[in-house]
């Protein structure tokens, strides 16, 4: 059922100032990684992904890096706007052959004008 | 391209009712689809695993009387929460599964907010 008292951890940026989201996974053998971007009310929207064999890949004002040894996955946005204030999750993925998502806990970015 | 729908956006009912909520592939056809619940504050929970033509498959602790699902065409899969409670009240959140020659890309719908008085 539904808990009470829960809050996200919360990143407050200022607009124009890069952010950082991490994300710790917890399954070794995961093989693919999705950051998600979703808005209140809304589904999640597909950021940037990486793969296992990689360990940094960027897109228009994301950056993925993926460190396999301690398990951490990070977003970096860079000039970060109001339109990017939203909660972003990390996602993984055993393999691209076994398609079920596991998310990641969330963490909650507040872009102050 | 690539589009997901879900109808109803929202609804109310009341409690030991039936809700019925469909999850549709706009533009291109999805022999998979994926079921999600969050609640407030939360992360996305999968519920099941949707195929074209066979039965769902459910994650562990998902009921599978409770929560039927039935994906009859490549288009559209359907998730009914029987006899709902009022802890059934969640967002729930399907995904199509875009599955091309390089990867496998999953698309989300808006959700559906289920409130059970």
């Known amino acids: 059922g539904e808990s009470v008292g829960l809050h996200l951890p919360t990143l407050s940026v200022q607009e124009g100032d890069n952010s950082i989201i991490n994300c710790a996974y917890s399954?070794?053998?995961?093989?693919?990684f999705i950051w998600y971007k979703q808005e209140s009310g809304k589904g999640p929207q597909f950021i940037i992904d990486?793969?296992?064999?990689?360990d940094k890949r960027q897109g228009q004002r994301v950056t993925v890096l993926l460190n396999k040894t301690v398990k951490h996955l990070s977003l970096q946005i860079a000039a970060t706007q109001p339109g990017d204030s939203a909660v972003y999750f990390c996602?993984?993925?055993?393999?691209?052959?076994?398609?079920?998502?596991?998310f990641g806990k969330g963490n909650q970015v507040v872009v102050i004008p | 391209g690539a589009v997901v729908s879900q109808h109803p956006s929202w609804v109310i009912c009341k409690s030991g009712t039936s809700v019925k909520i469909e999850c549709r592939s706009l533009?291109?056809?999805?022999?998979?689809m994926f079921w999600y619940r969050q609640f407030p504050k939360q992360s996305l929970m999968l519920m099941a695993t949707?195929?074209?033509?066979?039965?769902?498959?459910?994650e562990q602790g998902v009921e599978k009387d409770k929560f039927l699902i039935n994906h009859a065409s490549l288009t559209l899969s359907t998730l009914t929460v029987t006899s709902a409670h009022p802890e059934d009240s969640s967002f729930y959140i399907c995904?199509?599964?875009?599955?091309?020659?390089?990867?496998?890309?999953?698309?989300f719908g808006p959700g559906t907010r289920l409130t059970v008085l």
């Open positions: 995904s199509a599964l875009l599955a091309d020659l390089s990867y496998n890309e999953q698309f």
């Open positions: 399954n070794s053998a995961s093989d693919y």
């Open positions: 990486i793969r296992s064999n990689m």
């Open positions: 996602a993984e993925t055993p393999s691209r052959g076994n398609n079920r998502l596991a």
């Open positions: 533009d291109f056809q999805a022999t998979t």
């Open positions: 949707s195929n074209e033509g066979s039965k769902a498959t459910y």
